[in-house]
């Protein structure tokens, strides 16, 4: 959230410099004898302005494309559990399948809804 407050400041900011250049842009008749200062430092404006502007506009562009981290909250944490328990499943998988041994047939994988309703079987 902060960064797309961060970015819309930084797009106001810019177009307040352009409008600014505009309105110099319009006063340069009156400058008398800093007319050449007064150019410049409307061109600098403008292009201060438009460059601020553009990059406020293309983070704005780019967060909107991206899922804000604060806004995942649970759903974030329960899929980063679910990935570490599958690694752990992965390794569970590879040892029994040592067990087993080469030769045989893999017996069917159940979920984890399955594992659980099923009675546990243990080879003794």
Do not use: W
């Not at 352009?18 to 404006?45: N, R, S, W």
């Not at 559990?81 to 069917?108: R, V």
Request: a negative charge; charged letters at 30%.
């Amino acid at each position: 959230m902060k960064n797309r407050s961060r970015n819309t400041l930084y797009m106001i900011a810019g177009f307040y410099l352009v409008y600014l250049a505009y309105q110099m842009y319009h006063q340069l008749g009156e400058a008398g004898d800093q007319k050449p200062l007064f150019i410049l430092c409307t061109i600098l404006f403008a292009v201060i302005g438009v460059g601020i502007a553009g990059m406020g506009m293309r983070n704005l562009y780019r967060d909107s494309k991206m899922p804000d981290p604060d806004e995942q909250g649970e759903e974030g944490r329960a899929d980063e559990e679910s990935s570490d328990a599958g690694s752990e499943n992965d390794t569970a998988d590879s040892k029994s399948e040592e067990e087993n041994g080469a030769g045989e047939e893999k017996p069917e994988e159940l979920t984890t809804e399955e594992q659980a309703d099923a009675p546990e079987e243990r080879n003794e």
